[in-house]
């Protein structure tokens, strides 16, 4: 009487373990490119983020330029004032405008998005003084003047702004992609993991499998022989 498994479900059990450890490979590849995908989406965004955040400082600054050659303009030194001063300076308030709005968007850091809705108001301050300067006529020079403290003060609190949204995008890039990189490794470690005990398991089913076909064999030859060797005593015995 066999005590043990039959080969057919022996055979059939190992091609049910196959199919489990494949899906569990299946899925753990997913999980691992799905996260290494979003990860890396987002770093993505943060990078071109951090392009769009260094171009506000950049126009920041030419706004200030174009007050400063106005401020000359109104000393009477024009030597160095371009007429197209007032039309410079409205391409860079609105490209300065239209970069901030486009600076928040969904999935920033909460930090981010403070500094960027305490920004937003600020610059239009700043952009309407600058434009009520560069674009004052001949009478109203010295009121002009009299807001050169007020632009200077927002220039600062809007350096100071502009300067820590960098500090933060900056590390949340860096951030995200030593995630990206870890998430990857994590990800092929999980593979070659289940790939590894999947081919153990084959492995040691395999031999089970082997030992049942070759065990009764075994005993075949074993009872053959035995059967031989009573045969050959019994024909001594008789002659």
Do not use: C
Request: hydrophobic share 45%.
């Amino acid at each position: 009487m066999n005590r043990g498994f039959s080969i057919p479900l022996k055979l059939s059990l190992l091609v049910l373990i196959a199919m489990v450890f494949a899906i569990i490979i299946a899925v753990a590849g997913m999980r691992a490119i799905e996260n290494t995908t979003n990860t890396t989406k987002k770093f993505t965004e943060y990078f071109i983020l951090q392009g769009d955040a260094s171009k506000v400082d950049m126009i920041h600054d030419a706004i200030r330029s174009d007050v400063t050659l106005a401020i000359m303009a109104f000393s009477g030194d024009l030597s160095l004032v371009s007429n197209d001063g007032p039309a410079l300076f409205e391409e860079h308030a609105t490209e300065i405008e239209r970069l901030v709005k486009g600076l928040s968007r969904p999935g920033i850091s909460g930090e981010l998005k403070k500094l960027i809705e305490t920004a937003t108001p600020t610059v239009g301050q700043f952009v309407s003084i600058a434009r009520s300067i560069v674009k004052a006529p001949d009478t109203e020079v010295i009121e002009a003047r009299a807001k050169l403290p007020d632009f200077e003060n927002l220039f600062k609190v809007l350096e100071k702004d502009f300067g820590r949204m960098s500090e933060v995008i900056t590390a949340t890039t860096l951030t995200l992609q030593k995630s990206t990189s870890e998430s990857s490794k994590v990800g092929s470690g999980m593979i070659m993991l289940t790939t590894g005990l999947a081919l153990i398991a084959l492995a040691i089913l395999s031999w089970l499998i082997g030992r049942s076909i070759s065990r009764p064999i075994s005993h075949a030859v074993r009872v053959a022989q035995a059967v031989a060797f009573i045969g050959r005593k019994v024909r001594v015995a008789g002659s």
